[in-house]
Every structure is written in structure tokens, then in C-alpha cells.
């Protein structure tokens, strides 16, 4: 065998070494020269282009001498150029496998890295590794399924290729090296044709970054049902995820709008539909039709127990994307840290709107759940944007419409973004591109927080980790829009103080808890410092408060004393009042609307790229917010006319709605007058005050409820009509015999239970014990149902639990159409919940987990009660999740039917209120009506 021999070339020959490749001619133009000062030390090549397109293939090849192909062949080449995205590659001949279009030796290439810095000398490499090289056999097997023997490779040259910018641009090549050489005898075909690149640009994920052309990308995905592409890309996406990879005229057509793809690939399975090992099976290699594809998307929600079945998967996915190397994506509900080894993008999702968890705990819980993975693992989430599945069709099902809130979609955008979230998918079940006000209003709030998302897309698309700093407001902030209270005991004075009063308890409540909700979060980019306030308010989760307030103070450490502090929207930018501060620089912020984006740099020339980059959306953008302000005003006012004559009166009303009015027919002429600040900031006004109205409505409904998930219409503004609806009937049901559906409820009879099929299902890992049984400590005397869990001796510290330890269900219960269920007990926890920020978990089968009552904190017997309308005859359960270590009592589990249709009877009264037993709370008609305040039983403090 022929001595190893390096090769090398330092190109201080006066002719040219690099052939050009053009992929279109006619568009681009190359020259080729050496030069005795480009190189690093010296002489070097240097290759000028002028492209008329942006994005064409170019592509630069070396010639070297015949070589054997060695799992330890390594080129390298020292490049410098203004354009990233130049790749090194090693061509390998197959004499084996003929083309059958060009007749000639099948080529395979194996890429190396790829150009980062610009303007700066960077060594390329490329290795031919035994494992790169079988996965390009094992596609061509599968090409070519006829092949006998794939023949002697060979090495025969090396190239430089991307894809051109438009305009000038050039590439600086010096100090090539290639070892070992081992040199091979072959017949070399007259002509060989190489294959074309894509035009599509290369994705890569590197350094814990997604890169699209060697840039940093920010997914901003949805789900696709049959929406106009023009309409997703007009929304502000920029990935659609499909269900097939298989459709690929779909995936062109989104491509020529603009829009990535991300799909579902597909999966080897048999006969019955199981997918099989890769041992046992392969894929197809992906061609050129599927190379719109950003990533692959391999499911939702997936457990842990389905790893070692994706692992198998995953091994085929990477032999059949070889030319393209695709990172995967996969959205998972448990051990992130072993997923994250084997997935780039890692999707940790959960839905807390309408639900007991506080958009700050949301924040809480991802943070949580990523630090559950890897350190600096690329994590993604979908965002809720739309009731949950149970909620929407229950709720739909007796006549209501529930919906969120624009700004419920934003403030959980954020609070994600903040927790560390790299990426957003917009989860949606239904068409984006339905007609009706709702769907209106709900693609105007998408398209909002998108909008926002590009201009922070520079920072977002970076690894890092926003650091909590706090704020500070300068006094209390008013929202009282009311007249001095009345006196006086005729009804319109009463009606008039009680709303007041209302409203200035909401406002001290407010007042009392914005010190633990107001926050700011920095993150530190080679772009600048952001900054983004944010006031994650304790129930915006059901109902977003006014959460806007002026004078806010920020004390960023580790700035630059003389950096420029501007804030920017999408309409504007402007610079903040600075001043230096012990560690770092004081911000005064003059006003904040739910979030802020404040920006701390030295280098003016970035802003005035970002003013340029605002000028370009600002139109878009002002209109925007004053259609969202149209379609809110126009809602909530419809809204408030029907609660006006069934619920507490609210006297600012019409106050709130003539100037929410007013301010956006102000909008609607500034943005007619191109005056675009005005038009967002009037507008935002507007919505502003209609959340101070709407949250009045909501306050007073929820006022003597233990919690807001009691009533299934107060989950929402939307729905506050159902609610007073519902209580007016159930004022006037008759009880059917006054007959609990649960007898077993008071925990006396163990025997009773089992009879009665209660279930019982444990799910902690080894390292607990847990437990479901009677214990001797009932909220009166007897036995109450007691759920324990904790760790085994020895354990010492448990992390945070992906699955609740141990659940209890009812036994089912028949239940008919349009009867309301009364469902009532006691609650008691020895001590706090631990590794869960879920505590207790109460719910029932009609409105599920989302909707589900959760407890922290009720260290005595706590009475808890709610209220479910049966849409269709069927089995009703209720069950009782401990989510976490700990100990929860149970007694005294009440369901009891009534029946709206039917009135009087020999268990009514005439005021249709049932006797009760003395001592108890009432359990009959009129409840709501009579019900003592109760604490309200909200996540607790952190």
C-alpha cells in the first residue's frame, strides 16, 4: 500500500486552484483571482461574486489526487468572507452505483462545518468518518435496490459551497490541508456530473441554536387546519406544522409563501400498524420535495415510558435525513433530562388559562420542567389560545361560548418567554380562518404578540437565561373610576356604595399583591441588554386585571454607563430617562401596559436599524390594536347589557364603555392620519378600561364562591350571563329527594367503598410510598378518607413530580341531561404539598383537570363546593389527585342532583330552599344565594 502522504496548498501559485459552479449563470457572475496579500500569510485566493437573486447555489471545487475514503481523512481549509453559510465538503465517488440520468458514478458528499464569523479568518474542516459514509450507503441501497457491490470509493475532491447573497460579495481561501493521502489507481470517467444543491437554506442546530443560513432563528409556529397560507403568514408565522411529511404539494405551497414546514415524518411499521426497531427496519431517504421542512416534529405529550420506542425511531430518522440533517423536535410530559440527550428541540407544555394556576406559577412550572433537562437544552412550548377541549364542549354544549382574553394570550406568551421558552406554537383545534367575531378577534391577538416577537426575535433566538430584577412604583395607583360613596338606604344609593365598595376592595387587593406580580427580566445578548417589566397578575387567568400603572422604577445591574436605555413597540421608539445606580443603571419607566420592552445598548447603529425595521411594521401594527380595541368594545359591551338586569350593578359602566368609545374613535382617526403611536397607545387605553369593567363584573360574580372553578361560567368574562342564569335557576330546582349520589362519601364503611368500585390508582416512582385509606380523623368523629405520600427511609431530597403519586375517583354516578350537580365536602392538609405546584387537585369528568379546584393551603377542615351542568345523560366521577408529597383529608363528599325543569314537589319549599340539618352549610336550592364567604382557595404565595 502507497505511504500516507498529507496534501497541501498555500496557494502562492499564480493560477487559480478553485473551479466555479454555477447554479444559474444568467443571475450570477464570478471572479477568480490570486493575490499575493489576501492570504493569512501572504499569497491567497480570493473568488468576487455579483448575484442579481439572493439564495442561488454557488459552488467552488477542488480537485485532489484519487484517494482511498479513511474513517480518519480530514480536510481543512482556512476561509474569510463578509457572507456566513460557506460549507467545506469531501466528494466521494461510488464507481458501484451508475446514475441511470447521467450515466455516470454515483457521488456522495460528506459536509463539514460551516462559516460563522464574518470578516475573520476561520478554519474549516471535513472528515469522510465510517459512520457518515454508511449512512450515505445505506440510502443508496435503498436508491438502488439492485446494486451488487458498491465498487472501490474513492476521494476526488473537495468544495466550498452556500448560497449567494444578493449583491457583492466575496470568499478569501488560504492554508488548505488534506492527511492522510493514500493514493488509489482508477479509471476516471471522461465527465461527471455533481448533484445540484437545494435552494432551500441550510438548517442546522449548533451550539444549542436552531440556524437557518447560519442565522438564529425563532420558531413561531401553529397547527394547520386548511387555513390560506397567505393568512398564517399574515398572522406573523413563520412554521406551520403539518401532520404528514407525505404531502409535499402542501409543503410547497407553504413554501412559496414564506412559510417553514414543520411535519410529522414518517415512522416503519408492520402489518398491525406497530413501528418496528431499526434493527429491523429503515426509511426511505428524504428527497428535495421535503426540504422546506425546518425540523422534524415527532409527537405531543409524550412519556417517558415511550422512550426507547422513539430512540429506534430517531436511529432512522438520522440515516434517512443525511443530506439535509434535520434537528428533531418532540413535545414531551415527562423526563426531559433523557429526552433532552436525544432531541434538539424540546417541547414542555401545559395550558393554565381558565385554571387554577397563577400565569406566575405557569412562569414557575417551566422553569421547573427545564431545569429538568439538560443544561442549555433548547426549549419550546405551545401556548393555549382557546378554551381546553372539556371546558369548550361542555360549556358549548348547554348554550355558552366560552373564550380567552387577547391579552390572557400575550401575558402568557411572556410569562413563557421569560421562563427560558426558545420558541411559541400557538395551539389551535379549529381553523384560523373561521368567519365569526370570536375567531376575528382571536387572529388580531396572534397577529399582536407575532408582531412583537419579530422585533425581539434578535434577542429570543439566542441561548441565555433572563435574570428577575425587581420593580418599583412610585405611590399607589388609582383605579377607582367612581364618584364619592353615597349615603342614604334607598335602593339606588345601596346598589351604588355596595359596587364601590367592590370596586375598592379589588383595587387594595390588587394594590397588596402587585409587589410579588410587578417584576422585570434582563437577558444579555451580543445584541444589548432586554429588559421586559411584566405583571403577571394573580386571577388574569380567568379575568385580566387593569395590570397598567405609571411611574415604574428598574435598577438593571451590569449596565454600561454609557449605553442608550430606549423603550420600543411596534409603532415606536424612544429613549427612557437613565441615570447611573450602585452595580448598574436606574430606568424610569413612565408607564407599563401588562409588559414593556426596554433596550440597553452602546451601539447607535442598531437602533437605528430597529427604527428602520418599526418603520417598515408600524402601519400594520397600529392597525392591528385598533381593530383588537374595536372588537373587544364591541363584545364587552354585549356582554354588560345582558348582565346588566341579572347581576350586582356596576355604576361605572357606562363611564368605562363611553370612554374605551372615545378612545378608540380617537384611534381609528390617528391611524387615518397616519399618526401610528397615538393610534396604539389610544387604543390600548381602551382595552385598558374595558378590563377594569370587565374584571368588576367578574369580581362581583366570584365574591362568595370558594373558588372560581365552583361555578362552570365564571371561568370567563364571556360566560358571567350563564352564571347569573344559573344561579336563578338553581334558586328555583327542585332537589330530587334531597338524594346524595355518593353515599359512601362520609368514609365510614370501608366495605361500602369497595362494593361501591371506588378506584384507587398509584403512579410514584419506587422511590415513595404512597397510600389511599380510612383513618380515625373525621371532620367530626369517624373516619375520613386520608391520601399520603412519601419517601422511603433513606431517600433524602425528591425532584419535581411529573405525574400525581396517588388519585382516588368516585365510583360513576348516572346522571341525565340538564340536571345541576351539587358537589360539596371537606378538605384538610396536614402540611403543604411538596415538589408539585399542583397541591390538591379536586375535578370532575364533565370539565376535567384544566377546570379542576386545586388546594395549598387549608390547614383546618375547609369546605369546598361546586356546581356542574349535565349536558348529556351519562356517568359522572369525581376524583381527588395529591400531585405531590404530603397528606390530604377527605370527609363528607356530597353529589347531589337537581333538577331545573321541575318546581315544587314534597321536598321543595315555596322559596324553593330545602331544610337543612342543623349546623350545616345549606346543600339545597338557593345555595348560591346563601352561601357564607368562604377563604378563597387560590395557589399560595411564592
Not at 401553529?222 to 411529511?245: C, K, M, S, W
Not at 356604595?497 to 387587593?509: G, K, T, Y
Not at 425528591?798 to 345541576?820: D, F, K, Y
Request: aromatic share 6%; net charge negative.
Amino acid at each position: 500500500m502507497p505511504a500516507a502522504e498529507p496534501l497541501r496548498d498555500n496557494f502562492e501559485r499564480f493560477e487559480p486552484a478553485w473551479v466555479v459552479d454555477l447554479s444559474d449563470p444568467a443571475q450570477q457572475s464570478i471572479r477568480s483571482e490570486r493575490s499575493d496579500v489576501v492570504g493569512r500569510n501572504g499569497g491567497g485566493e480570493v473568488i468576487r461574486m455579483e448575484s442579481s437573486q439572493a439564495g442561488l447555489p454557488t459552488r467552488l471545487v477542488y480537485s485532489v489526487p484519487a484517494s482511498r475514503v479513511l474513517d480518519e481523512l480530514t480536510a481543512s481549509v482556512w476561509v474569510r468572507s463578509p457572507s456566513p453559510g460557506w460549507i467545506l465538503g469531501i466528494g466521494i465517488i461510488v464507481p458501484g452505483v451508475i446514475d441511470p440520468d447521467t450515466k455516470q458514478p454515483v457521488e456522495i458528499i460528506i459536509s463539514g462545518s460551516v462559516l460563522q464569523e464574518t470578516d475573520r479568518w476561520s478554519e474549516l474542516t471535513c472528515r469522510t468518518s465510517d459512520r457518515e459514509v454508511r449512512g450515505h450507503l445505506v440510502r443508496l441501497r435503498a436508491k438502488y435496490p439492485d446494486i451488487a457491490n458498491f465498487g472501490q470509493l474513492y476521494v476526488d475532491r473537495l468544495y466550498l459551497a452556500c448560497r449567494a447573497p444578493a449583491g457583492s460579495t466575496q470568499i478569501a481561501i488560504d492554508d488548505l490541508e488534506m492527511k492522510p493521502i493514500v493514493p488509489i489507481e482508477i479509471e476516471r470517467p471522461a465527465t461527471l456530473e455533481t448533484p445540484a444543491l437545494s435552494n432551500v437554506p441550510q438548517v442546522e442546530f449548533r451550539l444549542d441554536r436552531l440556524l437557518v443560513d447560519g442565522r438564529p432563528f425563532f420558531p413561531r409556529m401553529v397547527r394547520y387546519h386548511g387555513e390560506p397560507p397567505e393568512l398564517l403568514r399574515d398572522l406573523g408565522f413563520n412554521t406551520v406544522f403539518i401532520d404528514q411529511a407525505d404531502d409535499t404539494a402542501l409543503i410547497q405551497k407553504l413554501w412559496s409563501k414564506g412559510l417553514w414546514v414543520t411535519a410529522t415524518p414518517p415512522r416503519p411499521a408492520d402489518d398491525q400498524g406497530q413501528p418496528l426497531e431499526s434493527s429491523s427496519a429503515g426509511l426511505v431517504p428524504f428527497t428535495p420535495d421535503v426540504d422546506p421542512v425546518l425540523f422534524w416534529m415527532l409527537g405531543t405529550r409524550v412519556h417517558g415510558d415511550q422512550r426507547e420506542a422513539y430512540t429506534h425511531w430517531i436511529e432512522q430518522l438520522e440515516f434517512a435525513d443525511r443530506r439535509r440533517v434535520r434537528p428533531l423536535a418532540l413535545d414531551v410530559a415527562s423526563d426531559e433530562r433523557l429526552f433532552s440527550r436525544d432531541i434538539e428541540l424540546l417541547g414542555i407544555s401545559r395550558h393554565p388559562l381558565q385554571t387554577t394556576l397563577t400565569l406566575d406559577d405557569y412562569r414557575r412550572w417551566l422553569l421547573d420542567r427545564k431545569s429538568q433537562a439538560r443544561p442549555g437544552a433548547f426549549c419550546w412550548t405551545w401556548l393555549q389560545v382557546e378554551p381546553s377541549p372539556q371546558v369548550q364542549s361542555t360549556l358549548t354544549a348547554s348554550g355558552a361560548t366560552p373564550l380567552l382574553e387577547p391579552e390572557q394570550i400575550r401575558l402568557q406568551a411572556y410569562a413563557a418567554i421569560v421562563a427560558g421558552m426558545r420558541g411559541l406554537g400557538f395551539w389551535t383545534s379549529t381553523s384560523l380562518a373561521e368567519d365569526s367575531p370570536f375567531a376575528e378577534e382571536r387572529r388580531q391577538a396572534i397577529k399582536r404578540v407575532n408582531l412583537e416577537l419579530q422585533l425581539l426575535e434578535p434577542w429570543l433566538a439566542h441561548a441565555g437565561n433572563f435574570e428577575a430584577i425587581t420593580c418599583q412604583v412610585k405611590g399607589a395607583t388609582s383605579t377607582n373610576f367612581a364618584r364619592n360613596l353615597p349615603f342614604g338606604l334607598n335602593l339606588p344609593n345601596v346598589v351604588e356604595r355596595d359596587a364601590q365598595l367592590r370596586s375598592r376592595s379589588q383595587q387594595s387587593r390588587q394594590l397588596a399583591g402587585r409587589d410579588q406580580e410587578l417584576s422585570a427580566y434582563v437577558l444579555r445578548t451580543e445584541h444589548g441588554l432586554l429588559v421586559l417589566p411584566l405583571w403577571l397578575e394573580g386571577e388574569s387567568q380567568w379575568v385580566p386585571a387593569q395590570c397598567a400603572v405609571s411611574d415604574v422604577t428598574l435598577i438593571v445591574p451590569g449596565c454600561e454607563q454609557t449605553a442608550e436605555v430606549v423603550e420600543f413597540t411596534p409603532t415606536h421608539l424612544h429613549r427612557l430617562q437613565s441615570s447611573p445606580a450602585a452595580g448598574g443603571k436606574r430606568i424610569e419607566l413612565p408607564r407599563l401596559d401588562e409588559v414593556g420592552f426596554i433596550w440597553v445598548t452602546s451601539e447607535l447603529s442598531k437602533i437605528q436599524r430597529m427604527r428602520d425595521r418599526i418603520t417598515g411594521i408600524q402601519a400594520i401594527a397600529a392597525k392591528n390594536m385598533v381593530q383588537l380595541a374595536n372588537l373587544k368594545l364591541d363584545r364587552v359591551g354585549l356582554v354588560d347589557q345582558q348582565l346588566q338586569p341579572i347581576a350586582p350593578a356596576q355604576p361605572d359602566a357606562p363611564q368605562l364603555l363611553g370612554g374605551a368609545k372615545l378612545r378608540v374613535d380617537q384611534a381609528t382617526s390617528a391611524l387615518s392620519q397616519g399618526d401610528f403611536r397615538s393610534a396604539e397607545d389610544l387604543a390600548g387605553q381602551a382595552c385598558q378600561q374595558l378590563r377594569i369593567l370587565q374584571r368588576s363584573h367578574w369580581d362581583a360574580a366570584v365574591d362568595s364562591l370558594s373558588s372560581p372553578v365552583s361555578s362552570p361560567y365564571t371561568l370567563c368574562y364571556q360566560t358571567l350571563p350563564d352564571h347569573w342564569r344559573l344561579i336563578s335557576t338553581f334558586g328555583t330546582s327542585r332537589q330530587l329527594n334531597s338524594r346524595n349520589l355518593l353515599p359512601s362519601g362520609e368514609f365510614e364503611d370501608f366495605a361500602t367503598m369497595t362494593a361501591e368500585k371506588w378506584q384507587n390508582v398509584h403512579r410514584a416512582p419506587e422511590i415513595l410510598q404512597t397510600s389511599a385509606a380510612l383513618f380515625p380523623t373525621g371532620r367530626k368523629k369517624g373516619y375520613a378518607l386520608r391520601l399520603e405520600c412519601r419517601p422511603h427511609p433513606g431517600v433524602t431530597s425528591v425532584l419535581l413530580l411529573e405525574e400525581s403519586p396517588v388519585t382516588v375517583t368516585t365510583p360513576p354516578m348516572p346522571v341525565r341531561a340538564g340536571q345541576i350537580l351539587h358537589i360539596s365536602g371537606w378538605v384538610k392538609l396536614t402540611e403543604p404539598v411538596k415538589s408539585s405546584r399542583d397541591g390538591v387537585l379536586i375535578y370532575d369528568s364533565l370539565l376535567g383537570r384544566s377546570a379542576g379546584l386545586r388546594v395549598y393551603d387549608a390547614e383546618q377542615w375547609t369546605r369546598f363546593e361546586l356546581l356542574r351542568i349535565v349536558p348529556a345523560s351519562g356517568e359522572f366521577t369525581v376524583s381527588f389527585s395529591l400531585t405531590g408529597l404530603g397528606e390530604v383529608l377527605l370527609d363528607d363528599l356530597q353529589v347531589i342532583p337537581h333538577d331545573p325543569h321541575r318546581n315544587g314537589g314534597e321536598d321543595a319549599t315555596s322559596t324553593g330552599v330545602i331544610q337543612q340539618t342543623k349546623g350545616e352549610s345549606p346543600s339545597g336550592s338557593g345555595l348560591f344565594s346563601k352561601w357564607p364567604r368562604l377563604p378563597r382557595m387560590t395557589p399560595r404565595g411564592e
